[in-house]
């Protein structure tokens, strides 16, 4: 043990700067044991998460690798991306491992210029479709879909078409985070406008009419955003408060609202009694990934890939420890050995749309500032 | 020859190294800053920025609306500070009102309270249910809670007050002080009425005073980040303070920068109206009478009510704000107050079952960081913000003519009129990016220190006047005749003569460091956590008792730090001692 | 020796002091004289090197100390002196003995030295039971001494003194009068008093500059000021009580003739008598005051904004209102024209 500390600490002293991407890729193909005494030396990971559940990962990981340190900052997707701009315009070399959704942005303004690289653990590689390893590793598919109180609507859904929630009946009562502020709910809108199509067949289905576009709206999608918010949609600022809003027993009439179907978890913890609505016309939401990857100047490269293989989960049914906090209903695992969660709709029953992050990120900034001319 | 070229050298550069050296430093600290978002908004790719937010699509609500706002919000706190505050002033100046140094001392407590304390105090008693999460204390007694009460301009505006009153207080109640009694006597036995009196000789000689604190508290509620944040941002109120940390916190920085200089400008335009309209008159404040005033004005049957107004204001803004912090950060459920009270938000352990795992506040190993990274920048900045402030006075005072001199003085006043988050947002500007042979400061405590010391300049120079004043220019001169050096001789005569008035200066900056939020809230990175920062996170992310016992902890620090710099202003020196 | 030549100051517009020259020997005691505003202030100051003058030089033995065209300055430390300050300037934090100590370890004295010469200028101003003392807890006239002490004690080749006595009382002037006379003489420096009490300088000085707006009037010995005053404003402003100046236009006839119409003639108080009848060379005046000094008494009278004083060995008893007769001798002693340049 000790001679082989020895021999990894001259291994890292000899390394030059050239040397980085060598290093990298031989980082690149190595197991978690091999991993682990180099993440040893390394001492600490910094993670930046885009989900609260990361400080039980954290320490999951610090029971099963004691002695390395994980700083993890539970920090929104957009704001992930401006610091890590910011930090790499700056020159300062922070971050390892960035936990993140907003794939759209992520691939277009971080992978793009080179500010984070892909890592695949070689374990996982063929647990995982093509889509799920480039151009980045997904770890689970997570949800911005429309979610109702179902003790206040025990029979099911009371929308059964999302332009319902246009009409006098929800008036002040849908609820969802601030596009502006959260990527993913900046998604979902674009998402309404690239599948303006079937916007335009679902408000036929509705009204038993064709939409009428206002003048400088494009499509059903734009339409259907202009009056969802002239509506009253109420905007808040962090997801909690739209399942509070939503899920909080003993409401009368409780609102409606575009959250996380994984929130569910939480139902019994925060009295709550959040739950899906999946039987909506056109859809009820986006399905997108929630991507790892490790940043290109990580301080601690070994322990950063030994982090990213913990959180992938180990080869049991619920994958394990690492997985354990996003094993629940709502979030679906991309690794195909985990099997689905047992009180969920599965995954190819469930009608959320996924999301094509190149096409997302194409009109993405238009349909933002279509958000900002409504606010 | 050799010699007098020498000596000319030596003396004139002496004073010019001097002088250019000071301005360096207030140019670095202040206007570098500004001048980079200018010219970042000038570049040819965000140039469009300036049309977008002005003319085009969405200006609308990229800028009129918050605009609006805006100005809504600074008129009316301007208003109803000054209406307040020199309701209270006169009452305890002017009148025989009962417990006049009770309500005077408490009338100044609210500018001790951070603003967003006072928000979050707010949404503890009066939140609805429109936005989910937990409702409030009232509505938790089963009263309906309008939205108009809940959200947006009506509490935004009642906050805001409760908050900038006191400042409109102090100014008024020093300018009320030096109406000598005398000028209402004259007045009495010329035969005047009390309202004649109060408008014909009372209110003319406190209209500067008036003037000044209304555009102070103007500016105060134009830049204000937190109240509007917490309050209105749930309802879609912009100000244009909110707008620009959206904007910059989504990336889209040019046009942040282009609010954020339309926000510096109608805030130093509102200012030097005022100003205007004070120096175009005649200073009456320089008319004093003898201390101590023989008479007041009798209240008569008018004493109690008026008493019970005055005692209600005082309370509701400092006492109730403060207790309902401290309960809420107890309470489970801020609709029950008082009921089952729980230490865990303090010193928890992390529990799935409560507030999704987070721990309490003392359990919270990045919020202990946050703590002492606070500490160290309050403490930090105030050193570095007096002397640095205590060198601009100085150069003013003693070498306070050219234009050097006058550039030195219109800059390190300019961060008066420059709201915190703009500079916040000029700061990452300016050092988010390596400079040359300097490294990028972003997320770095340096760069939180550059940024408080700038922000805080006006304060720490206006200090250093007064300290300088009470030192005499003969007694520095007697030290230079000596042949002492400079920094020889203010070390040996000025700092000791000034060390406590300077002490009580620095615990002040050191307070509005610990409370600010505007200024650091662009700043913040994972990597230096700031307790105000963290506490408008938890409060945004719907963690309101963290917010809360976080705030408490803020308080408590700032009340401590403010009442220990009364006790050194007010004591006087030993070798004073007569 | 100290040499002033063709000195000026001025702030912007404002000329200070203009065209000063005037020379003193090593050891004289050069007293600069004048109202409030005449520059005296500001010509201290330059000597001083706190400020640096505009025009001309000052010349301190062989030094050039400052130079006006070239606009340098010799810094106040290097050029050998010393000041008091009106208001003492003494450093409220420090004891007595602290305050004379420091300059001393500014310049870089061992500590027994400085003890040793602090004991000493102590003891010289009879202070040394105070050197404990902070500046609050001693009296006006001792924090006088203390600022001597303070100044003497680096032994400057110049002393400087900025009106030091005019926070005092009556009586204590007199006495620190005699006390810096003494410290004068007892260190040999050559000292600059500046004053606007025209007695502290007929009694200190060995010479005296009069100056009236940032203009040197004239430059003597104090009797020679009373005894030959080369402007009206000295005749004026020197002397105790100062010489009588009557417009000729004001004269009785028979002594109006031969002088020139718009000239002014000058009268010294003790060639007045005084009578209560009119005369051929009396004027009338309202009776004022009248003050006993040293044996003499002293008569002021009044008309429209005119004051006449004679100092007379006896003179009737005037009751306020009634009219005295001043009776004029002769001859003036003196002729000024209107612009104050003496005739003859």
Same mark, same amino acid.
């Given at each position: 043990? !000790? ?27 190595? !197991? ?5 005494? #180099? ?13 609260? #559940?990361?400080? #039980?990962?954290? !320490? ?255 080869? %049991? ?55 900002? %001319?409504?606010? | ?578 | ?54 025009? $001309? ?156 707006? $940032? ?23 020197? $002397? ?105």
């Amino acid at each position: 043990m !000790t001679i082989r500390r020895y021999f990894v600490a001259a291994l890292l002293a000899g390394i030059a700067l050239p040397a980085f991407a060598q290093q990298d890729a031989a980082l690149d193909a190595m !197991t978690a044991e091999e991993l682990l005494p #180099r993440a040893r030396q390394e001492g600490t990971v910094t993670v930046y998460a885009f989900t609260s #559940r990361i400080a #039980r990962v954290e !320490t999951a990981f610090e029971e099963a690798y004691p002695g390395i340190d994980m700083i993890a900052y539970d920090m929104s997707s957009t704001e992930q991306i401006t610091r890590i701009k910011a930090e790499a315009s700056a020159g300062i070399a922070n971050v390892d491992v960035v936990y993140i959704s907003d794939a759209p942005v992520v691939y277009t303004e971080l992978l793009g210029p080179g500010l984070v690289l892909p890592y695949v653990p070689p374990r996982v590689v063929p647990l995982l479709d093509d889509s799920e390893k480039f151009p980045l590793l997904a770890q689970r598919l997570s949800t911005k879909v429309l979610m109702y109180n179902e003790e206040a609507h025990p029979n099911g859904s009371p929308v059964t078409n999302l332009w319902q929630l246009t009409t006098p009946d929800w008036t002040g009562r849908v609820i969802m985070v601030d596009p502006l502020q959260r990527g993913d709910y900046l998604d979902l809108m674009t998402e309404f406008v690239l599948q303006a199509d079937a916007m335009a067949a679902a408000h036929e289905a509705q009204f038993g009419e064709p939409v009428t576009l206002d003048e400088g709206i494009a499509n059903a999608g734009e339409q259907f955003i202009v009056d969802l918010f002239a509506n009253d949609l109420i905007l808040v600022s962090s997801t909690d408060d739209v399942n509070a809003a939503i899920g909080v027993v003993g409401q009368d009439n409780p609102p409606i609202g575009f959250t996380s179907y994984s929130d569910r978890r939480d139902n019994e913890d925060e009295g709550w009694a959040l739950q899906v609505a999946n039987t909506v016309e056109p859809s009820n939401g986006i399905i997108f990934p929630a991507v790892l990857a490790v940043a290109a100047n990580a301080p601690h490269p070994a322990a950063a890939r030994l982090a990213i293989d913990f959180l992938m989960g180990d080869d %049991s049914d619920t994958g394990g420890p690492g997985f354990a906090p996003f094993y629940v209903a709502g979030d679906y695992a991309t690794r195909s050995d985990v099997v689905s969660h047992p009180d969920a709709v599965p995954l190819d029953e469930f009608i959320a749309w996924p999301i094509d992050p190149a096409a997302t990120a194409q009109i993405r900034q238009e349909v933002g500032d279509l958000v900002l %001319s409504l606010q | 020859m050799t010699t007098t070229t020498l000596a000319r050298g030596l003396r004139l550069d002496g004073v010019t190294v001097l002088k250019l050296s000071v301005l360096a430093l207030v140019g670095v600290l202040i206007a570098a800053p500004l001048l980079r978002i200018v010219l970042d908004t000038l570049a040819p790719d965000a140039i469009i920025a300036w049309s977008e937010v002005t003319t085009g699509r969405l200006s609308r609500n990229l800028l009129w609306l918050p605009l609006i706002n805006t100005l809504i919000l600074g008129v009316v706190v301007a208003c109803g500070c000054v209406l307040i505050g020199g309701f209270l002033a006169w009452l305890v100046v002017m009148t025989d009102v009962p417990w006049r140094r009770t309500i005077g001392l408490m009338a100044t407590l609210p500018f001790m309270i951070p603003s967003f304390a006072t928000a979050l105090a707010w949404g503890s008693l009066f939140r609805n249910s429109r936005v989910g999460g937990q409702s409030g204390f009232l509505e938790g007694l089963g009263l309906a809670i309008p939205d108009w009460l809940s959200w947006g301009m009506v509490p935004t505006l009642i906050v805001l007050i409760a908050h900038y009153y006191s400042l409109a207080f102090t100014v008024i109640a020093a300018a009320l002080a030096t109406v000598n009694s005398d000028l209402v006597e004259a007045a009495e036995i010329a035969g005047a009425k009390r309202s004649r009196i109060l408008f014909g000789i009372v209110l003319p000689v406190a209209l500067p005073a008036v003037v000044a604190g209304a555009s102070l508290t103007f500016a105060g509620a134009v830049s204000n980040f937190a109240a509007p944040a917490l309050l209105g941002l749930p309802v879609r109120m912009q100000t244009m303070a909110t707008r620009l940390f959206g904007l910059i916190e989504v990336g889209q920085t040019a046009r942040g920068y282009v609010i954020a200089i339309l926000l510096i400008v109608i805030s130093a335009l509102f200012l030097w109206a005022g100003n205007a309209v004070v120096s175009g008159r005649r200073s009456y404040a320089t008319i004093t009478g003898k201390g101590g005033r023989a008479k007041r004005f009798q209240l008569g049957a008018a004493r109690g009510p008026l008493f019970v107004v005055a005692a209600l204001i005082c309370l509701l803004t400092t006492v109730v704000p403060v207790v309902i912090l401290i309960a809420s950060s107890l309470a489970p459920s801020s609709s029950a107050l008082l009921s089952n009270w729980t230490l865990h938000y303090w010193i928890g352990a992390s529990d799935p079952s409560i507030a999704q795992g987070q721990p309490g506040i003392f359990s919270n190993p990045f919020i202990l960081s946050g703590t002492s990274m606070t500490l160290a920048l309050g403490a930090t900045v105030a050193i570095t913000t007096t002397v640095a402030g205590l060198l601009v006075a100085f150069v003013l005072a003693r070498y306070g003519r050219g234009p050097l001199a006058g550039a030195i003085n219109q800059l390190s006043f300019l961060p008066l009129l420059v709201p915190g988050i703009a500079f916040g947002a000029a700061y990452i500007a300016l050092f988010g990016a390596p400079i040359g042979p300097f490294p990028a400061l972003y997320g770095t405590f340096p760069l939180l220190v550059l940024a408080g010391t700038a922000y805080l300049m006006p304060f720490a120079v206006q200090t250093g006047r007064a300290v300088i004043q009470q030192v005499s220019g003969d007694l520095d001169e007697s030290a230079r005749m000596t042949g002492a050096s400079f920094p020889r001789r203010l070390a040996a005569i000025t700092v000791p003569l000034a060390s406590r008035g300077l002490a009580a200066g620095a615990l002040i900056v050191f307070v509005k460091i610990m409370r600010d939020l505007s200024l650091v809230v662009l700043l913040f990175t994972p990597t230096t956590p700031l307790l105000s920062v963290l506490a408008y996170r938890y409060a945004s992310e719907g963690f309101g008792q963290f917010a809360n016992a976080i705030t408490v902890v803020i308080l408590v620090i700032s009340i401590v730090a403010t009442l220990l710099a009364n006790r050194l202003q007010t004591k006087s020196q030993p070798w004073l001692k007569s | 020796m100290i040499r002033l030549e063709n000195l000026g100051k001025s702030f912007g517009k404002f000329d200070a002091v203009r065209e000063v020259s005037l020379e003193v020997p090593k050891g004289a005691f050069l007293v600069l004289v004048g109202p409030s505003g005449c520059g005296k202030s500001t010509m201290l100051r330059m000597l001083a090197g706190l400020e640096t003058p505009t025009s $001309g030089r000052i010349v301190f033995g062989k030094d050039t100390v400052s130079d006006g065209e070239k606009g340098w300055t010799i810094d106040p430390a290097r050029r050998n002196v010393g000041l008091v300050f009106q208001s003492y300037a003494l450093w409220p934090h420090m004891t007595v003995a602290g305050n004379v100590d420091w300059p001393l370890k500014v310049a870089g004295l061992g500590k027994p030295e400085r003890r040793q010469r602090t004991d000493e200028v102590l003891r010289l101003l009879a202070i040394d039971g105070l050197a404990g003392r902070y500046p609050n807890e001693i009296s006006g006239g001792q924090q006088q001494r203390v600022a001597i002490a303070r100044m003497i004690a680096p032994r400057p080749g110049i002393l400087l003194f900025d009106e030091p006595l005019s926070n005092l009382d009556a009586k204590l002037r007199v006495e620190m009068r005699t006390e810096l006379l003494r410290v004068h003489r007892a260190t040999g420096a050559t000292s600059v008093y500046v004053t606007h009490d025209q007695v502290e300088a007929m009694t200190m000085a060995s010479h005296v500059a009069v100056l009236n707006g $940032g203009r040197v009037e004239q430059f003597d010995p104090p009797a020679g000021l009373v005894a030959d005053p080369h402007t009206a404003f000295v005749a004026t402003f020197v $002397g105790t009580p100062p010489a009588n100046l009557v417009p000729v236009s004001a004269l009785p006839p028979m002594l109006a003739q031969d002088l020139p119409a718009d000239a002014s003639a000058m009268y010294r108080p003790e060639d007045l008598s005084v009578s209560t009848g009119a005369g051929a060379t009396s004027l009338a005046f309202d009776f004022a005051e009248a003050s006993p000094v040293a044996g003499r008494v002293m008569i002021t009278g009044t008309r429209e904004d005119r004051r006449l004083t004679a100092v007379v060995d006896g003179a009737p008893a005037f009751a306020v209102g009634d009219t005295a007769h001043f009776v004029l001798p002769p001859k003036p002693a003196a002729i000024f024209a209107a612009n104050g340049e003496r005739l003859s």
